[in-house]
C-alpha cells in the first residue's frame, strides 16, 4: 500500500516566513528577544506620527496605519466563534488589509504571527499591489514584529510619514466574517449537517449532472467532459491545496473577507485542489465520518454555485486498496463505510463522481493539478483526452518531486516542458499539493529551486493555505482555522 508522509530535508528556500531571500510578502524570522521594544501607545482618532519604535497592545481594537499616503488597517485574528476579543486557540495574530476592498471581494492580506517580523514597502511587488503602494511609500518603510500578539512599529524612512489612529469599525473583521458564517446555511439552502441518506443521493445525483458538463471544461474525443479546466483571463481563482475532510478550513476560506460575496456574483472561483477526503490526522486515520460530511459539503457549495466551485482528482479520490495512510487502506474502508451509511446505489455515485472529476486547472498565467506535472512530452489535447491515458493520470495525481529519497520523481525539465504544453511563460505560477514539507507550515515556494513551482496545503488543523490567482498575478494567504461546525450547529440547537 502506497502511504504518504513528508518527505525530503527541509531548507530555508522551501518555506515562506523563513527564506533567506526577500519573499512575496517579505516575512523576515526574528527572535523575540532581538525585536525593538519601543514606547507603548494607544491609537487614537488623532493620528499619531511615528518618529521612533512604539507598540500596540493586543486588544479589540484594531487601527490604521498610514505609510506616506496609503492607509493600511491592522486588526487582532478574533474567533467569530467566541466571544468578543478571544483570541484563535490561544494565539494572539493580526492580520494587515487595504481597507474597504477587503470586504468587497476576495480578499487580500498579510497575516503577522508571534515572532514574526513583517517588512513593508514598495520593494515586495505583492505588497505594491496589495496595498495599493504609491511613491509617498518608501522601499523600506517600517517593520511590524508580533511579540506574543503585542504589535512593535519600526519606522525605517526617517523621510517618509507614518503614523497611526485608530479604525472606526474597531470589529470590521470579526463581524464579517461572523456574519457570512452564520449566514452561509442560508446561502447554500442547507444546515452544515450531514445529510440524511435521500438527500444525500439526490444531492450526489445533482452534483454528478452539473460536473457531467460542467463549466470551463472542454470536451473530449469521447464527447465527455475533458480533463482540463481552463478558466477565463478575467476570472479570479481562490486555489486550496489537499483539505483532506477538514471542513472547517474550507468555511474558514469561504467566509473571510467578500470571497463569500464575489462568489455569488460570479466573479470569483474556489478550486478544491485534489485530496478532499480522509483524514490524514493519526489518531483520525479510520474515522469516515469527517469525509462524508466534506462530501456533503461540497455537493451544497457545487449546486448553489456550479460555475463556481470545482473539485479536480487527487490520489485519495479512490476507492483503492492502494489509497491510505500509515497503513490504513483508507479508501476501502470508506467503501464499507459510504455502502452501510447510504447504500450501494450512493457508493456508485460516489465512484462516479470521482471519475468525473478533471486533472488539472488552467488560468491566466498560471496552472494546477494535484501532484505532479506529466513528465513525458504532451500536449493540451492529450491532457483534455486524459481518460484515454491511464498512465499520465497516475503520473498527474500520484507522482512526487525527485529528491535524494526519491530518484523517480519529476524534475525541473517536468515543469518546464508542462509550461509548454499549456502555453505558459517560463517563470509561471505552478502549484501542487500532495507533498507537504512539514508539519508546521502551509506554502512552500519556489520548492527544488524551481521558480514558479509552489506547493499548497490546507489540510493542518491549525493552519491552512490558500493562493489568489488574479490577472496573473499570485497572492499567498494564510488562514487559522476554528470550530465553525461546532459554533453552527450549538447555534442551530440553543
Same mark, same amino acid.
Given at each position: 500500500m502506497s502511504s504518504e508522509t513528508d518527505t525530503g530535508p527541509l531548507t530555508e528556500r522551501h518555506i515562506v516566513r523563513h527564506t533567506k531571500r526577500p519573499s512575496l510578502l517579505s516575512r523576515i524570522g526574528q527572535l523575540l528577544s532581538k525585536a525593538p521594544k519601543g514606547e507603548l501607545i494607544e491609537p487614537s482618532s488623532t493620528p499619531l506620527a511615528v518618529h521612533g519604535d512604539v507598540r500596540v497592545a493586543w486588544r479589540e481594537q484594531p487601527f490604521q496605519l498610514m505609510l506616506g499616503g496609503v492607509a493600511?488597517?491592522?486588526?487582532?485574528?478574533?474567533a467569530v466563534t467566541g466571544n468578543e476579543g478571544n483570541?484563535?486557540?490561544?494565539?494572539?495574530?493580526?492580520?494587515?488589509?487595504?481597507?474597504?476592498?477587503?470586504?468587497e471581494t476576495v480578499p487580500r492580506f498579510v497575516r503577522v504571527s508571534p515572532g514574526e517580523t513583517l517588512l513593508l514597502g514598495r520593494t515586495d511587488d505583492t505588497q505594491t499591489r496589495m496595498f495599493g503602494f504609491d511613491g509617498s511609500v518608501a522601499n523600506r518603510h517600517v517593520n511590524v514584529s508580533n511579540r506574543k500578539g503585542e504589535l512593535v512599529i519600526q519606522p525605517l524612512a526617517p523621510d517618509r510619514p507614518t503614523t497611526i489612529s485608530i479604525v472606526e469599525?474597531?470589529?470590521?473583521?470579526?463581524? *464579517? %466574517?461572523?456574519? @457570512?458564517?452564520?449566514h452561509l446555511p442560508d446561502v447554500i439552502g442547507s444546515s452544515l449537517t450531514p445529510l440524511?441518506? $435521500?438527500?444525500?443521493?439526490?444531492?450526489?445525483?445533482?452534483?454528478?449532472d452539473i460536473v457531467a458538463s460542467e463549466a470551463y471544461r472542454a470536451l473530449d474525443d469521447d464527447g465527455l467532459p475533458g480533463g482540463v479546466i481552463q478558466f477565463p483571463d478575467d476570472m479570479t481563482v481562490v486555489i486550496l491545496g489537499d483539505v483532506? *475532510? %477538514?471542513?472547517? @478550513?474550507?468555511?474558514?476560506?469561504?467566509?473571510?473577507?467578500?470571497?463569500?460575496?464575489?462568489?455569488?456574483?460570479? $466573479?470569483?472561483?474556489l478550486v478544491l485542489l485534489g485530496d478532499l477526503v480522509h483524514s490524514q490526522e493519526s489518531d483520525e486515520l479510520e474515522d469516515m465520518e469527517s469525509t462524508v460530511l466534506i462530501l456533503d459539503l461540497f455537493c451544497m457549495l457545487k449546486r448553489r454555485f456550479p460555475e463556481n466551485i470545482f473539485y479536480i482528482r487527487g490520489n485519495h479520490e479512490s476507492f483503492s486498496p492502494e489509497v491510505g495512510k500509515g497503513g490504513v487502506p483508507q479508501g476501502l474502508l470508506l467503501q464499507k463505510h459510504l455502502k452501510k451509511l447510504r447504500g450501494k446505489a450512493y457508493v456508485k455515485q460516489v465512484e462516479r463522481l470521482f471519475d468525473g472529476l478533471a486533472f488539472v486547472v488552467l488560468g491566466n498565467e498560471f496552472a494546477a493539478c494535484h501532484g505532479a506535472p506529466v513528465r513525458s512530452t504532451v500536449d493540451l489535447d492529450v491532457l483534455i483526452n486524459i481518460r484515454r491515458y491511464p498512465g499520465i493520470q497516475s503520473e498527474v495525481i500520484w507522482d512526487r518531486l525527485r529528491q535524494g529519497n526519491r530518484p523517480g520523481g519529476y524534475t525541473k525539465g517536468s515543469v518546464?516542458?508542462?509550461?509548454?504544453?499549456?502555453?505558459?511563460?517560463?517563470?509561471?505560477?505552478?502549484f501542487v499539493g500532495h507533498t507537504p514539507q512539514s508539519s508546521k507550515e502551509t506554502l512552500w515556494l519556489d520548492v527544488g529551486g524551481i521558480k514558479?513551482?509552489?506547493i499548497v496545503y490546507s489540510a493542518h488543523t491549525h493552519r491552512a493555505a490558500a493562493i489568489v490567482m488574479s490577472g496573473g498575478q499570485m497572492t499567498p494567504l494564510e488562514?487559522?482555522?476554528?470550530?465553525?461546525?461546532?459554533?453552527?450547529?450549538?447555534?442551530?440547537?440553543a
Open positions: 493600511l488597517e491592522l486588526h487582532p485574528d478574533l483570541e484563535i486557540d490561544g494565539v494572539r495574530e493580526w492580520i494587515i488589509h487595504p481597507g474597504s476592498a477587503f470586504y469599525s474597531p470589529l470590521a473583521v470579526w463581524s *464579517a %466574517r461572523r456574519k @457570512n458564517l452564520i440524511d441518506q $435521500e438527500e444525500a443521493l439526490n444531492a450526489l445525483l445533482e452534483v454528478n483532506h *475532510a %477538514r471542513a472547517d @478550513n474550507v468555511l474558514r476560506v469561504i467566509t473571510e473577507g467578500g470571497l463569500l460575496a464575489a462568489l455569488e456574483r460570479n $466573479e470569483a472561483c518546464k516542458r508542462f509550461r509548454r504544453t499549456l502555453g505558459l511563460s517560463k517563470h509561471a505560477p505552478f514558479g513551482h509552489h488562514f487559522v482555522p476554528e470550530q465553525a461546525l461546532a459554533f453552527l450547529n450549538n447555534r442551530a440547537d
